[in-house]
Structures are given as C-alpha cells and as structure tokens.
C-alpha cells in the first residue's frame, strides 16, 4: 500500500493483495481530516464522501464485476492527502472464525505440507487477521492480507485453504478468506454485547460478568496495594493479582463479547458472501445453552452486516477413548446434538465430521475433507453446483409402530452402513429411560430401530458418545450420519448451563 502526502487513512482489510466481493454494494471505509471530502477511485467507479467531525468517512462502490487480474484502488482526501492500495481482486469473500480447530494452519494438516508446497493460487488471498479481547468494540483491525503460494500457504488456516481450494477450482474466480480466530474460547466472546442481550440465555452471560467487572472495581484499591507490595518484595505476581493498566474481567480472552470487541466488529460492514465457523469444543461442558448461544451469534452477525447470509460450521468431530455402553451421558454428544438443532436457522449447513477424530487429540489432523465438506454446502446452496450430496444422513423425524421405531432422514440417498455390515451405534429405551443397544436396519430411505426387550419403545440415539466407535451409517457418497437423540429427556449440561 503506497502512501502519497500525509495519506488518508485505510483499515487493514483495505490493503494490498485484498479480495473485494463481487455482484454487491462494497462498502469502503477509512479516516481523514474532520469534514473533507473523500474520494475512492476503483475498477471504473469514482465514488466521493464526506468525513464526520471526528474524521471517519465511508462510500460504496457499486456491484462489482469478478476478475483476477489485480487492480489498484486510489482514495484521495482532499486536504489529507491519497493511498493507493495495489493488486486487489474481485470474487468470492468468505469469513473463516472458531477457535484453535479453525486456526490450525495447513502445515499442521494432515498432507499439508505437501499440499502447501503445490499451493501455487494467486487467485486466492488469505487475510490472517490479528487481534486479543477488549471491553469495547474496536474499529481497527490487526493483519494483512497473503496471496496463497508455496511460501505463504502453511500459515493459511487449513480448513480455510480446502475450503477456498474447493470453491476457486469449481468456479474458477478469486476467492477471499478473512480469518479472524482465537484458540480454546467460547462462542459468547465472539457474540455482540447487544447480540447476547437479545436472549435470556446469552443475557444471563453478560450480567455475570458485569457483576465480575463491579466487584473487582470495588478491590481494585486492595489489589493494587497487594500488587505493589508483592513488586518489592521480589515475590512472584500471579496474573489476577496484576495491576489495572487497566485491567478488568472482560478484557479475559474467554469473556462475552471480548473477542467480538477486539477481532470481529472491526470487519462489521466488509462486503462478504457468508461465513464458515468451527467451534464448540469451549462450550461442551453447557451443550444445553449452547443450543440458544450460538445460534444468538448467527443472528447476532447476520444483524451487524444487515445480511441474511450463508452461515456453515462444523460438528465436533468424534473425541476421547471409545464408549462401549449404551446409555452414558455424554456432554460431548449433547454439544454435537446443538450444533445439528442450529439447522433450524435457515440458509445455515453443517459439515458431519464424526468419521476422522482422533481419542488423543481434539485437533483433528484431516483438515481437507473438512474444509471440502463446508465447500459442498456453499457450491450447491450458494452457487448453484449440482450432482453430488451436500451432507450425510441427517435426522428428519421417527414413527413408533408397536416394537419398532422408524427413522427418517434427510440426505439419505443410497444410505447404507460404510463397513457393508450391519449398522451400530443405535441405542432405544423405553418410558424407563434405559438405554439398551439396538437392532437397526435399513429399509429404503429410512432405518427401522427395535430391541427384542423392548416391547414398547419410546426414544432412539444415534452415535451418542464423545467416540461412538463403530458408527457407520452413511449415505452413497459416503457421508457420515450425525448424531441425534429423539428425546426430549433432561440432558446432563443442563444444571451447568444454568449455573454459569
């Protein structure tokens, strides 16, 4: 990015090497000198604005056309100078967020190095976004933008480069990933303070940590004057009891809406196609709030950028050493059942990835089929692709009948069980609550569940475990079936929700 004279000011996501998105108004932002007229100069369009009086402006360029030929962008205020941003491209502009399973770089990936080092696609720009919590919303953003090449590509977010891989080879256009992410944290820190408020559940959020922030104001004097006291005598100085400079409970990475404040509202208003999200692993422990909270943050996003646009996330992938019994509480299972109920949202999708976990690791290393499975979503429902299946079976709806329970299912062309024996993994109980395992065959698009003790079923589980080993019910593109529960039985995160 060139500076001419004492420059204008751009936020990072309006430099070198950035994607714009195609076939919508692109909102264009920046500061200046308090009332000059400001003037972007873009692709053929010359579009002017005037700065407020504390210097902030913004225009829009209308809808753009796609191209990989690099383009310069000239923004000139008229009393405080021009930049020139260089090498910009037109075409698809994804948001890539979550936390440490998101970030994961290629180079971590299974195969990734090798698939790094043919990463030669300068139609494809990641921008690695930087960014640490805060109590307030930030407008300014920390990051650059990389053109993908062998030497840039491993630091790219693994299931971000399969994903923009997937979509720039099927539709042959400049794809943009912002990937804004922060390992091991909740997904209220990346909801909106307003967003939470919105709903009990989330609002229940915000009030205990406001109640944190009012009691630590009240010790701050204590604490300061333990602080000092430690600093003299050479003794070591534990995190909380630092000084404020400032210090405050929300500005903890884990906080509701600190990293929303600090990494998300920064790009709020940057023209974009959708989003793609893996998280949830933080939350696992209150799964049952979990299935009002992250929903609250698809809306919470979709409200800030005035958009109803596509929003894809991953299931937690299979995690911890295999269950052998029916019937276990699985906090885990709970987390993976909210993240299948978010579908009600609409224009959402998710990527079932209980096939390729590891027992030892919550990172699992096979990004590519991950990335590749949000891409199925976002070239059929997004652009139109046709021919292959978006998902793995998916829970529809069940019919008791005497003995037996009938389940149906959404994308269950060609179901069938992927080792070619019989289906495990499915568990029925009757009014008792007591989970046996059960007899599951496929009868056309559905699956007939029953137990010889079980005269008068009422509920079905499928794969109800952190590592249901043995699950095998795909469809015929070998996509996995997601767990589900048919019941409507109190779950075990249900008191821990409610505690925090």
């Known amino acids: 990015m060139a500076l001419c004279s004492s420059a204008v000011e751009l936020p990072r996501m309006f430099s070198d090497h950035g994607v714009l998105q195609q076939g919508t108004l692109v909102p264009v932002w920046g500061w200046g000198s308090p009332g000059e007229n400001v003037t972007v100069e873009f692709a053929g369009q010359k579009v002017s604005g005037k700065a407020d ?25 008229e009393s405080s100078g021009t930049v020139e941003v260089q090498d910009l491209l037109v075409g698809e502009v994804w948001m890539a967020s979550g936390q440490s399973n998101m970030q994961r770089p290629l180079a971590g990936a299974d195969h990734g190095k090798e698939d790094a080092a043919a990463a030669d696609f300068p139609g494809i720009r990641m921008f690695l976004a930087h960014g640490k919590p805060h109590d307030v919303p930030q407008r300014k953003a920390g990051g650059s933008w990389a053109v993908c090449t062998p030497s840039t590509a491993g630091e790219f977010s693994a299931v ?6 997937r979509l720039h080879q099927e539709l042959g256009v400049p794809i943009g990933i912002i990937r804004p992410v922060f390992p091991g944290k909740p997904v209220e820190a990346f909801t909106s303070r307003e967003g939470l408020l919105a709903k009990p559940e989330g609002a229940a959020l915000v009030h205990a940590m406001d109640e944190e922030v009012r009691k630590y104001k009240a010790q701050e004097p204590q604490l300061m004057a333990a602080f000092k006291a430690a600093m003299a005598s050479g003794e070591p100085v534990s995190r909380r009891r630092r000084p404020p400079m400032p210090y405050s409970p929300a500005l903890e990475e884990t906080a509701p809406s600190a990293l929303y404040n600090g990494m998300i509202h920064a790009w709020v208003g940057y023209a974009m196609k959708g ?24 809306e919470d996003w979709r409200r800030l950028w005035k958009s109803d646009f596509p929003f894809y996330f991953v299931q937690l992938a299979n995690f911890k050493d295999p269950s052998t ?27 079932v990835i209980n096939d390729v976990g590891m027992a030892g690791d919550v990172h699992p290393t096979n990004k590519k089929d991950v990335g590749y499975r949000l891409a199925r979503w976002a070239l059929a429902k997004d652009y139109g692709k046709t021919g292959f299946c978006i998902s793995g079976p998916l829970y529809k709806g069940s019919q008791i009948d005497g003995s037996t329970v009938r389940i149906e299912f959404d994308h269950a062309k060609g179901l069938k069980s992927r080792d070619g024996g019989p289906l495990k993994r499915f568990e029925i109980a009757g009014q008792d609550q007591k989970w046996f395992w059960a ?31 043995g699950a095998n019910l795909v469809n015929d593109d070998g996509l996995p079936a997601s767990v589900f529960r048919t019941d409507d039985w109190k779950p075990m995160t249900e008191q821990e929700s409610q505690s925090k």
């Open 325 to 351: 019994e029916p019937g276990v509480p699985d906090e885990w299972a709970e987390l993976q059942n909210a993240q299948r109920l978010t579908l009600a949202l609409p224009k959402t999708g998710m990527a």
């Open 275 to 298: 989003a793609i999200w893996y998280q949830g692993e933080s939350n696992a422990s209150r799964a049952k709030q979990y299935e009002t909270i992250f929903p609250q943050l698809i």
């Open 53 to 77: 009086s504390n210097g902030e402006w913004r225009v829009e360029l209308k809808s753009l056309t796609t191209h990989a030929a690099g383009s310069k962008m000239t923004v000139t205020g």
């Open 439 to 469: 007899d599951a065959v496929m009868e056309g698009g559905t699956v007939v569940v029953s137990n010889k003790d079980i005269q008068k079923p009422v509920a079905v589980r499928y794969a109800w475990a952190a590592n249901p080993e």
């Open 160 to 165: 971000g480069f399969y994903f923009a891989q």
